[in-house]
């Protein structure tokens, strides 16, 4: 096919109910590049022949290299196909237009996934049909019920069932069968699961209108009036599936260029057995059998003990099976020639002369088929009959998407209208989403390239010019060879003609693409628009930061590796736009005005990164291209970050091992242009206390374990606190909700934010806890959260001593919203609680002039020495968790002179602080301390054969196995596991190479666990057994202080221990 022009592609975009835009999601290495291939060879972009084999798409060297997709890339196509006007009518030609965007499936990459789906209308969902349903074909599915996009089921690489399993089509069919079930089972606990959250909410409803008539006395008939209003909705989840009689699942072979749905070959039996297509449509598949006689359709019950294949087993995969016989089957996999002739006859089907005494099997196979069921047909008709197009779209996800944006009750009617209902034109409010920011080289723009063709006249008389004037320098140069003295050239002569000029690199400056879709209006290249920054709210239109207003410097069309310039772009479209330069980071929301506009960038990605690496440059002077190149990065990067850490460091993060190595690969060679040095990877830590069987005796026995009394330099403050280990449910809990646990702080603390301002170090600290928030939607109420929090606390191992406690919580660590609690028992009660607003407006924190000092004044000091000693424990500076820190006693001494609070306070503060620090960490140090280690759950799916090799990859890197489980009908396993984080670089390269490339991790960040190493950092023995086993040395490695020193080395910390054998006897000599 011809190539389309870009043109003919714009002149589609005019047309909102021809568009179709569409993602293709899967697990990693399921096939979706290949997939585009083949539909990209419908607009002759590549030829049909490297389709599957170029990967077009993946542009950039390393994605070619590895054979993965790094990157989201965005093509327009381009698709004609006969569609009749009425029943009756004859089928005239219909175009459309597929904003296609090919996402990666590698899990350090999922946040492409995240802006990749937010663009589009609907989804191809790729499986392998082999390996099956693996751990990212469950997360892309989880993202299209979340976006509310359609789905598309594509049962990829079939292929393998016949060259690699050796299946039979009964027994493919079988497998089909289940790979189908275990499909349809995750998207039916995506439903249950939001069924018994929309249940409870309707049950807390109920409550409480029942609850608030009572107390008005009403009549009970008028309650149960009342109630009657609120029924229960039962939702039916039948059209939530994926089944092939309603033709939403696609079955192919990318590799091989064929693919077809249910209702292809419904149409081609149609005539030939008589039964119309939409009744053949529900029988092709399912336990539906055709009796050869009558030629009748029969069910099961009424097979009658007659041994009959089901439909789809013999009208369907064994034409697809005797094909691959005919063309790659044999002995020698040369086909069956007879056979082969049989075939091409049955479905009218020819073969050019060249291509059947071709010694290529394949070639005579993906001819075939891409004559009988070719790809891009299936993919892009079921494409354009079952995906909706932008408008019906837009009406169906808008309403929910603005109710959850920030501030959705202040959207103006006017925007809200134009986006659910899809206004167009001119006048209406033009609202645009950027999903991320691209990084372009100046000299790949559309601008900066020459196109091909013909010169104009005028380039033609420039180029000439130049030439003339070159060849007139050359002439002259010959003629004045000879030199006429050499006094006069030594006289003409200087040493800055001998000097070497050096060459000026030519430097490719980079812009920032925006990749974009637009929501309603219509966008023209000179508008002028205001960029919406991710935590803006319409309530709040004028708060720092004040959105800028940016004017539209170019429109382009996104053609994988190339862009194509536009003048203007309506709403629907997937597009680039440029003139963002310095005004957005990551992502964010362009509207035509302020007040009343839309926030659609109020959304999260799925995970933090979580590998940090400190960068230096290796010659110092190019330390600012070095930090100007990690701000371009971090702009055109969904995942990566940047911060400068008090040391010094400049630390990147990043989702994983590969993620890192592309993110420093973009750095060398574009963003920063210079040589960069990666230190060792910096891995988070946290630290726990834990109640061990075997502790040293307490410090203080009198008092008990973990109590400790501190008191100041002046001995003018006492003060009593009692560290515990919290139960794990409550840690959990706690680590589950950051976000709930930071709207009761901003909600408690809103007056005063008001009042400091921005400036202020209150204000600071919430903007920082804002960029660490979870996802609004996992958020619980706040009498929920006190509710689930107690009912944590009073239940489950270890609840003795927590009763009553919820409602003296003061505070929680670190940084106001962390796994620790800081619990007022004193009697006085001194300290404002956390579930008790109220109790702030005392305001006994701030004495008054000539006050004498007090116990409460000193509560605000105790509150920020406890939010320190949590940010930074005692093992090796790492974040606390699970830590309770209860303060039973607070004494304040009266000093011999007297001094108003307010001149001792600016005394005593500094050393409360440090006396509270002190006592808290060694309170912590009295219990048995824990290192706990950052955690990736891995997926393996490995063959027999190899599957002993994984277990000692996994077993050398500290990992544990957590289930191994046979996948029914092929020789894989999936063997899932928990590994260090620590452990875990080297770990993919590792794995493949010990199996030689047959077993390939995915690893996922899984929280904080002290599992691998359950061991004291400073334990040493003390028990007589220990003694006489391991003696007063301990021969045996303390694997837990060793990671612990490693991070104290790191930070510059004080290491303790001995470094070498202080026993002469000890000691291995080399002789004798």
């Known amino acids: 096919m011809p190539v389309v022009a870009p043109d003919k592609l714009a002149a589609l975009q005019q047309h909102a109910d021809d568009i179709r835009n569409i993602c293709i999601l899967a697990h990693v290495d399921h096939g979706k590049t290949s997939l585009t291939d083949g539909l990209l060879a419908t607009n002759g972009i590549i030829s049909p022949k490297l389709a599957g084999k170029i990967r077009y798409l993946d542009s950039r060297p390393d994605e070619q290299i590895r054979g993965i997709t790094m990157e989201s890339s965005a ?140 107390a008005k006395e009403t009549k009970l008939g008028e309650i149960e009036s009342d109630a009657g209003d609120l029924q229960f909705e039962e939702r039916d989840d039948e059209e939530l599936y994926f089944a ?34 939409n009744l053949m449509e529900r029988v092709l598949w399912g336990d ?123 959207i103006d009617d006017l925007v809200k209208d134009a986006m659910v209902n899809f206004k167009t034109s001119n006048s209406d409010p033009i609202v645009a989403y950027i999903s991320k920011v691209v990084s372009i080289p100046e000299s790949e723009l559309p601008e900066n390239k020459r196109r091909a063709g013909q010169l104009t006249a005028e380039e033609a008389r420039e180029l000439a010019r130049k030439k003339r004037a070159e060849f007139a320098r050359a002439r002259a140069a010959e003629g004045n060879n000879e030199v006429d003295d050499l006094t006069t050239a030594l006289g003409n002569g200087t040493l800055e003609d001998i000097v070497p000029q050096p060459e000026e690199d030519s430097i490719d400056p980079e812009h920032l693409i925006g990749f974009a879709r637009m929501y309603s209006g219509n966008l023209s290249v000179g508008d002028e628009l205001y960029v919406l920054p991710p935590k803006f709210s319409p309530a709040i239109p004028h708060a720092a930061p004040e959105p800028h207003k940016i004017t539209v410097t170019a429109l382009y069309m996104l053609m994988g590796r190339n862009l194509e310039p536009l003048t203007s772009v309506p709403a629907g479209v997937v597009f680039g736009i440029g003139g963002l330069d310095g005004h957005i980071l990551k992502s964010g929301t362009l509207c035509s005005q302020l007040e009343g506009s839309v926030n659609l960038a109020g959304v999260r990605m799925t995970d933090k990164p979580i590998v940090r690496v400190a960068l230096e440059p290796v010659n110092p002077a190019d330390l600012d291209r070095m930090i100007e190149g990690l701000r371009l990065l971090v702009r055109s990067d969904p995942c990566a970050e940047y911060e400068q850490f008090a040391t010094g460091e400049h630390v990147l993060l990043t989702a994983g091992e590969l993620h890192l190595e592309r993110c420093l690969t973009d750095l060398k060679e574009r963003f920063a242009r210079c040589d960069i040095q990666a230190g060792a990877p910096i891995v988070p830590y946290r630290e726990t206390i834990v109640r061990a069987d075997e502790m040293r005796p307490p410090a203080n026995k009198d008092l008990g374990r973990g109590v400790m009394v501190g008191v100041t330099n002046s001995r003018q403050v006492s003060i009593t606190v009692r560290v515990r280990p919290l139960p794990t449910n409550v840690t959990e809990f706690l680590n589950k909700h950051p976000g709930a646990i930071k709207r009761l702080y901003l909600e408690r603390n809103a007056p005063d934010v008001a009042e400091e301002g921005n400036g202020d170090d209150a204000g600071g600290q919430q903007n920082i806890e804002e960029d660490e928030d979870t996802p609004q939607g996992t958020s619980i109420s706040l009498e929920e959260l006190k509710k689930q929090l107690q009912t944590n606390l009073e239940s489950g191992k270890g609840r003795e001593g927590w009763g009553g406690i919820i409602d003296k919580v003061a505070a929680f660590g670190p940084r106001r919203n962390g796994p620790n609690l800081l619990i007022d028992a004193t009697k006085e009660g001194y300290f404002p609680k956390v579930f008790a607003p109220e109790a702030r407006n005392a305001d006994g924190s701030k004495p008054k002039p000539d006050e004498a000092l007090q116990a409460s004044h000193l509560c605000d000091k105790i509150t920020h020495a406890f939010q320190l000693a949590m940010n930074q424990g005692p093992l090796c500076n790492e974040p606390v968790q699970g830590v309770a820190v209860i303060v039973e006693d607070l004494t304040v001494t009266s000093p011999e002179e007297e001094t108003s609070a307010r001149d001792s306070l600016g005394r005593l503060t500094g050393e409360v602080i440090k006396t509270v620090q002190q006592a808290i960490r060694h309170g912590f140090l009295d219990w048995s301390p824990r290192l706990m280690f950052a955690m990736y759950s891995c997926e393996i799916q490995a063959s027999t054969e190899v599957l002993g090799r994984v277990y000692e990859v996994l077993t050398r890197r500290r990992g544990r196995v957590l289930s191994e489980q046979m996948q029914e009908g092929t020789p894989f396993f999936t063997v899932r596991a928990a590994v260090p984080v620590a452990e875990s670089f080297g770990f993919a390269d590792e794995m493949r190479k010990r199996t030689s490339g047959a077993a390939q991790p995915q690893l996922r960040f899984a929280g904080f666990d002290a599992g691998p190493v359950d061991e004291d950092p400073f334990w040493t023995p003390f028990t007589e057994e220990d003694l006489e086993d391991l003696g007063e040395l301990a021969d045996r490695e303390n694997v837990a202080k060793r990671y612990m020193d490693a991070v104290r080395r790191r930070k510059g910390l004080l290491v303790e221990g001995r470094g070498e054998r202080v026993a002469a006897e000890k000691q291995k000599t080399l002789k004798r």
């Not at 070959?265 to 005539?271: G, Q």
């Not at 005919?326 to 049955?346: F, Q, Y």
């Open 75 to 214: 093509i327009s196509l381009y698709f004609s196909m006969l569609r009749r006007t009425a029943p009756d009518a004859e089928p005239t030609p219909k175009e459309y237009l597929v904003n296609l965007i090919d996402s990666p499936g590698h899990i350090d990459f999922s946040s492409e996934v995240s802006t990749a789906s937010r663009l589009c209308d609907g989804a191809l969902v790729l499986v392998d049909a082999v390996e099956g349903v693996c751990s990212q074909t469950v997360t892309v599915l989880r993202q299209t019920w979340t976006e509310k996009l359609k789905p598309l089921l594509v049962i990829n690489k079939m292929d393998r069932l016949v060259t690699e399993l050796k299946m039979t089509p009964g027994e493919a069919y079988i497998h089909l069968s289940k790979l189908l079930e275990q499909v349809n089972a995750v998207l039916g606990s995506f439903f249950q699961g939001e069924r018994m959250e929309e249940d409870l909410n309707w049950r807390e409803r109920m409550d409480e209108r029942v609850a608030a008539a009572a």
């Open 244 to 277: 092939p009689e309603k033709n939403n699942v696609i079955f192919g072979s990318a590799i091989d260029g064929w693919a077809f749905t249910v209702r292809q070959f419904a149409s081609l039996y149609e005539k030939k057995l008589g039964i119309k297509r």
């Open 288 to 410: 539906f059998y055709l009796d050869p006689k009558t030629k009748k359709v029969l069910g099961r019950k009424h097979l009658k003990g007659r041994n009959l294949k089901p439909m789809f087993v013999q009208l369907v995969l064994e034409p697809i099976w005797t094909v691959y016989q005919a063309t790659a089957g044999g002995d020698n996999g040369r086909g069956d020639p007879t056979l082969l002739e049989k075939i091409t006859k049955s479905l009218s089907i020819t073969i050019p002369p060249h291509i059947t005494r071709s010694k290529d099997s394949r070639l005579l196979l993906t001819t075939v088929f891409s004559s009988w069921l070719p790809l891009s047909t299936a993919l892009l008709v079921s494409v354009v009959e079952s995906l909706p197009s932008p408008k019906a779209a837009q009406a169906e996800r808008l309403p929910q998407m603005l109710e959850d944006s920030p501030g959705s009750a202040h």
